[in-house]
C-alpha cells in the first residue's frame, strides 16, 4: 500500500492498537470490520481505541476470518503503511488455532500437529508432563491419558496455544421431538428467523467434528432461547440447560413448551426445593455452586453425570461462575453451546471460555438486527447531574467505596427520574438501580411496586406479567435486571445506578428493552450519573459496550443555576423531538 493515505480513517500502530476516526464517512463499515477480529477498548467522541490480541486473533480465526483477511482490511483503512510487528503478530498468532488438533485416534486421545518443533515443545513443557502418554513413531502426535481434555486445553491456551477440538463427542440419549406450529402474538406461526437457522447450522456443522462446541454471541432480545432450542431439535438428544436464575429456568420452559413437542413431564427443573432430572432437565449456577462451607464439596456437580447428555447449554455463558469451569472440564466429551450477549469476562476468564465451552463461532452486530426490525432501535443518553452541595462534602472526605455510592444515590437524581416520566407517559419503563435504599425511596415516591432478590418468586411473576399486559407502567428492579428477564414491552428504561464499570451489566440492561415493539419500534435507555465523580469514570467503561456495539451515546451534562434549579435539558429536548415522541 502507499505510504501515506490521508483521507482514510485508521491509524494502527505497533502496540496492537488501532485508533479510528469516528467522523470519517465510512466509520461504521471500518468499525464493523474491525471488531470481527479486534476489541474495543476505548471510545470517546472522536477516536475510538481497538486492540488486537492473541484472544481475539484466535477467536477471528475460529470463526472463519484468517489472516490473509484481517491485513487486508487494516491495509484498507490505514493512513499509514502497517507496523512490521503487527504484521509479524498476526500472521503467527492469526495462524495458531488449527495448528494443534486434538483428535481420537483408535479410541484414545491424542495431540496432533505438523510442526515437529512443536511437537518437541509440548513433549517437553513440565506443565504437560503428567497428561502426556507415548508419542507418535513420526513424531506428528502424542497420545493423552485418559480424563484429560478439559485440562489440557487450558494449559496449552496459558502457554499461546489454542488447541482446535476434532476428537468428537460421545453421543446422548435419544429424545425425540418437533417444532410445534405455534401463534405468536402478531398472529403469524413461529418459525426460525434467518440468522438463527444460521447460528444452528454453524454450531452443528453437519455433525462433523468440528461442530458441536462454541460460543454464539448475538443481542438481547435475538431469540438466544431459540437458538438453543434448535440446537436440541437438529440433535435430538437428551439435554441440560445452565441458567442464571429461577425466572430464567421457567421461561426456558415455558419457551420448549410453546414452541415444541415436549411435554411438562419431560422437563425438569432443578432448582430450591425442587430436585427433577429428565430428558430436560434445566437448572440455575447458583444450585450448582451451592456447597454448605468454603472447603466442602459442591454437593450438585453430580448433576452433571446424573444422566446420559448429549448437549449442555451454558445461557449467558458470560455469567458463568468460575467453580464451574472444574467440571465443564470433564465434559468435553459431550456437545457444549454457549449463549451470550457479550463476551466480556469481569474475572478476565474469556480464555478457558474458549478452550472449555468452545470458540467464539458467531456474532451477530446488534445494528444489523436492529436494522432488518429483529430488535428495536434504541438511543441512549447519558444524564450527567452535579452533586449537591452538602452531599458534595460527603463525598470530597469519603474513601473510593463510599464515594462511588454517595455519587450513585445523589438525590438530584429522583428530580431526573420525575422529568423523563412525564415526557414518556405513554412508555413501559423499567428503573433499574444497584441499591436498595435507592430504589425503595423511588418506590415510595412513585407509588410502584420493586422487585429485588428477596422478592418470593410467585410475586416477582405477578408483577412481570401485570408489567406485560400493561397493568403497570412503571417497574423498579434491582440486579436482577442483569439477568435473563422476558420484558417484550418494557420500551424505555432509567438506570439509577450500577456496578462500578460492568460491561456485561451494561449488555444484559439495554437488552431488557430490545425486544421488538411493533410499528413504532423505538426504545430509549437512559443512565443517570453524578458529574465529576468517580461513578462518571466508572460509567465511560459501561459506555464502551454501547459504543462498540455501534449505538451512538449521546450525553446531556446538567447544572445548577443561580436560583438553585437544574438547568433545562438540551440534548434530551432535541433527541424527543428527533424520534417523534
Known amino acids: 500500500m502507499d505510504t501515506y493515505r490521508p483521507t482514510n480513517p485508521l491509524i494502527v500502530q505497533s502496540d496492537r492498537t488501532l485508533l479510528l476516526e469516528v467522523a470519517h464517512p465510512d466509520f461504521e463499515r471500518a468499525r464493523d470490520e474491525l471488531a470481527r477480529f479486534a476489541e474495543l477498548v476505548k471510545s ?40 512490521q510487528n503487527l504484521l509479524q503478530e498476526i500472521n503467527d498468532h492469526g495462524t495458531r488455532y488449527g495448528r494443534l488438533k486434538l483428535v481420537s485416534n483408535n479410541g484414545r486421545l491424542a495431540l496432533e500437529m505438523d510442526d515437529r518443533g512443536l511437537f518437541w515443545e509440548i513433549e517437553h513443557q513440565k506443565s504437560l508432563q503428567e497428561f502426556l502418554a507415548e508419542p507418535y513413531a513420526d513424531q506428528r502426535g502424542i497420545f493423552l491419558r485418559e480424563g484429560s481434555r478439559g485440562e489440557v486445553k487450558l494449559r496449552l491456551i496459558r502457554l499461546g496455544h489454542p488447541v482446535k477440538d476434532m476428537a468428537g463427542f460421545k453421543v446422548g440419549d435419544s429424545l425425540g421431538f418437533g417444532i410445534r406450529d405455534t401463534l405468536l402474538s402478531n398472529n403469524k406461526i413461529f418459525a426460525f428467523r434467518k440468522y438463527q437457522k444460521e447460528a444452528v447450522d454453524v454450531f452443528h456443522a453437519g455433525g462433523g467434528s468440528d461442530g458441536g462446541a462454541g460460543v454464539l454471541v448475538l443481542p438481547c432480545g435475538a431469540g438466544k432461547t431459540i437458538i438453543g432450542i434448535g440446537c436440541m431439535a437438529r440433535l435430538q438428544t437428551h439435554t441440560l440447560v445452565l441458567t442464571t436464575n429461577v425466572t430464567a429456568v421457567k421461561q ?8 415444541t413437542t415436549l411435554t411438562s413431564e419431560q422437563i425438569g427443573l432443578y432448582m430450591g426445593d425442587t430436585k427433577e432430572i429428565r430428558p430436560v432437565t434445566i437448572a440455575t449456577y447458583q444450585i450448582l455452586t451451592y456447597r454448605r462451607s468454603k472447603t466442602a464439596p459442591f454437593e450438585h456437580f453430580k448433576l452433571f453425570e446424573s444422566a446420559n447428555w448429549g448437549l449442555v447449554i451454558y445461557d449467558e455463558v458470560h455469567m458463568l461462575p468460575a467453580p464451574i469451569f472444574r467440571a465443564v472440564a470433564e465434559l468435553q466429551a459431550k456437545r ?5 450477549a457479550t463476551l466480556v469476562r469481569e474475572d478476565g476468564k474469556e480464555e478457558d471460555v474458549f478452550s472449555l465451552i468452545g ?12 436494522k432488518d426490525g429483529f430488535i428495536a432501535t434504541a438511543y441512549c443518553l447519558e444524564i450527567r447531574i452535579p452533586l449537591p452541595t452538602d452531599e458534595r462534602m460527603e463525598y470530597a472526605v469519603a474513601n473510593n467505596r463510599a464515594r462511588f455510592r454517595i455519587a450513585s444515590e445523589n438525590s438530584l437524581k429522583l428530580a431526573i427520574v420525575d422529568e423523563l416520566l412525564s415526557k414518556h407517559k405513554n412508555d413501559n419503563v423499567l428503573i433499574i438501580g444497584q441499591y436498595l435504599d435507592q430504589l425503595r425511596v423511588i418506590a415510595n415516591r412513585l407509588q410502584v411496586p420493586i422487585i429485588t432478590g428477596k422478592t ?12 406485560k399486559q400493561g397493568e403497570l407502567g412503571v417497574l423498579i428492579v434491582s440486579k436482577v435486571a442483569n439477568f435473563a428477564i422476558d420484558l417484550p414491552d418494557a420500551s424505555m428504561a432509567i438506570q439509577v445506578s450500577g456496578t462500578f464499570g460492568s460491561r456485561q451489566e451494561e449488555a444484559q440492561r439495554l437488552g431488557r428493552i430490545l425486544r421488538p415493539k411493533g410499528v413504532r419500534n423505538i426504545s430509549y435507555f437512559y443512565s443517570l450519573v453524578s ?45 424527543l423531538e428527533d424520534t417523534r415522541l
Request: glycine share 4%; aromatic share 10%; net charge neutral.
Open 336 to 340: 457444549r453451546l454457549g449463549l451470550t
Open 531 to 575: 458529574r465529576e465523580t468517580n461513578e462518571q469514570e466508572f460509567a465511560q467503561n459501561r459506555q464502551l459496550f454501547l459504543t462498540e456495539q455501534g449505538y451512538r451515546y449521546l450525553v446531556e451534562s446538567r447544572h445548577i443555576d443561580s436560583n438553585g434549579k437544574l438547568s433545562e435539558p438540551t440534548v434530551w429536548q432535541q433527541l
Open 252 to 259: 426456558w420452559k415455558q419457551e420448549l413448551i410453546d414452541k
Open 456 to 467: 418470593p418468586e410467585r410475586e416477582r411473576e405477578n408483577l412481570y406479567s401485570r408489567f
Open 359 to 370: 470458540p467464539k463461532r458467531v456474532d451477530v452486530p446488534w445494528k444489523v438486527l436492529e
Open 44 to 83: 470517546p467522541e472522536h477516536i475510538h481505541t481497538f486492540k488486537v490480541s492473541p484472544l481475539s486473533l484466535w477467536n477471528a480465526s475460529a470463526s472463519g476470518v484468517d489472516s490473509n483477511e484481517i491485513i487486508a482490511i487494516l491495509e484498507r483503512w490505514s493512513k499509514f503503511q502497517l507496523p
